[in-house]
């Protein structure tokens, strides 16, 4: 498969859903259809999000969606110049309740990868202590990589899930 | 945004939208407060004219579970399509609430 990429642009009035399924007719007409059923929903649930994530937190800015695929991956990056997203805790936590935590571990100084751990289930969970922000845990699990990256000469955001075809 | 109707012990509210977005959550969670308001100890909420559902959303349906459990109110979903059901199971949705495939 030859490489691909393309760039999107998305502003918060935009109209999420028309905006995804025109992303997700691109995949699918580059990967075809047996991988794209396989990766179909990943791809659902990361743009979604990426999209409801940028109307939250760019203040009106343009969001960038970049869709990147080769022979290995598919990479749906989403850019903007709004404010830098900071992991503030030590320990890396990001949120944390009865079913799972999520982290943000930095990779360099401007770069960190998401990953999130399910915590064993030897009881119904507590509901009053249950997250109410559950977009990047959507994110992290739909994708095989996310990661967040600062540019600090630039002053952007970069958001970006992998999801590998093989 | 909601529709009420009682079947038996429970009470229905069905989402008359296609997108449960960040757009909608804040009015469906204002409005599904006051179903359990009424005091109604059973209620499902019915996606099936849901398309896809956020995080935001979902946010708020958790919330509102919250809210009715310290009223000694639970809250079920019905008619999840295919992807709705999948999210559900990938942030273990499942293991917090009862998901009908009908209405029981």
Request: overall charge negative.
């Amino acid at each position: 498969m030859a490489g691909f990429k393309k760039q999107f642009h998305f502003t918060e009035t935009g109209d999420l859903y028309p905006f995804m399924l025109e992303i997700l007719s691109e995949i699918e007409e580059r990967t075809g259809e047996t991988i794209f059923n396989r990766i179909r929903g990943s791809s659902r649930f990361i743009l979604i999000e990426l999209l409801t994530n940028a109307i939250k937190h760019t203040n009106g800015t343009i969001s960038v969606i970049c869709l990147e695929i080769d022979g290995s991956n598919v990479t749906i990056s989403r850019s903007d110049s709004g404010q830098r997203f900071l992991v503030e805790r030590p320990d890396h936590v990001i949120y944390s309740d009865d079913m799972a935590t999520l982290y943000g571990k930095p990779l360099t100084d401007d770069k960190l990868v998401f990953n999130v751990v399910d915590h064993d289930l030897t009881r119904p969970p507590l509901v009053e202590h249950l997250s109410e922000h559950y977009g990047l845990t959507i994110i992290t699990k739909a994708s095989d990589e996310f990661t967040y990256a600062y540019d600090p000469a630039a002053g952007t955001n970069t958001f970006s899930a992998r999801i590998k075809l093989g | 945004m909601i529709q009420v109707k009682e079947l038996g012990d429970y009470v229905v509210a069905s989402l008359k939208l296609k997108e449960a977005n960040l757009t909608e959550a804040e009015r469906f969670k204002k409005e599904l407060m006051e179903v359990i308001d009424q005091g109604h100890k059973k209620i499902i909420v019915d996606f099936e004219q849901v398309m896809y559902v956020d995080s935001s959303f979902l946010g708020a349906l958790v919330s509102s579970l919250k809210y009715a459990m310290t009223l000694g109110s639970d809250i079920a979903v019905v008619h999840l399509n295919k992807d709705i059901f999948n999210l559900f199971q990938l942030i273990r949705m499942d293991k917090v609430f009862h998901i009908y495939k009908t209405l029981p």
